[in-house]
């Protein structure tokens, strides 16, 4: 695979136990203990880029937690050969292996502070396709000292939290059944979409997500709260995760469309809160590219109350198919 790149010429070769060692320098000393002599197996792709036949980058994806992508665990460009079109290139060798493999994304994490100043963030910002932000990782902490009692409060007399099991069981089983049949049309939905239209994306997120206050039974502790209208008993929206090794790991949040723009989703960052003040646990959560209204609500209180946070932007990169 070469290509010239203005008067230089860039070949790039899949990794593999015969030419590691001429790339081994480009990887990290820990990221080189865990090869030794050889390279990981299973789904990880590495590939190198050479620049008139002189080893210049490298790069590494392999599955993570999202069964759908890869993750980007490594991209490297050697000093002497940046601003070539290297990195660029293996990013495309990613995309389109990916591709052909049967996923669906490539992702790549970015400590947030440092996203700004990171040339893989400018590389993507230009990168030719759908480049689209996945998701944002929070994890908060009570600093040194903090004070064990929480001052912010926005309740008005409109709204009652509660368990989320007591509000689900609240509605019925004609309703649960609703819920559950609006998230199978949303998850069919979202298999259909083309990968390569954002126009597409934005139109299906905006009129149908939806997703139900259930989640899989992993065995571990769960944390869910609900909030309900008073009025009319009506579910507004509710947020739910897991708690292990005393963090609390919030996994969905959602808010009905009629009740969205109001207190909701805040009054509901607000209990997770609560647990960590009560308990002097670690909140984490991740918010999907759809549910920023979350995102807001979770920082809004976050900087009222002064909690050390610790915040990455999840940068997903869509593999296009032939013919899209």
Partial sequence: MTQPAGTDTIEIESLHLFNLKHYR???TVRQQALFGDSLPGGRHRLFGARCEGVPAGVIWAGPDQNPAGV????LYVAEAFRRRGIGRRLLETIRSTAAEEGFREVYVRFRRKNRVESALWKMLDTFPGPCVRLETAFRLELPSGAERELRVRTRSDRW???PL???VAALGEEQRTEMAER???FLEGLGRLSLTDPAEWKKFLREGVFLAPFWSDSGLPRFGRACVERAT???AGWIAGELTE???HVRRAFVEPEFRGVEVMALLAEEAYEWMHRTGGALRWEVKYWNQVFQRGCLRYAGRLKINESIEDCVKIIPAKSGE
């Fill in 246 to 248: 005393g963090e609390l």
């Fill in 183 to 185: 998230e199978r049309r």
């Fill in 165 to 167: 099991e007591t509000a």
């Fill in 160 to 162: 009652s939290v509660v």
């Fill in 71 to 74: 993750f980007l665990f490594h």
């Fill in 233 to 235: 008993g009506r579910l």
């Fill in 25 to 27: 320098s480009f990887f």
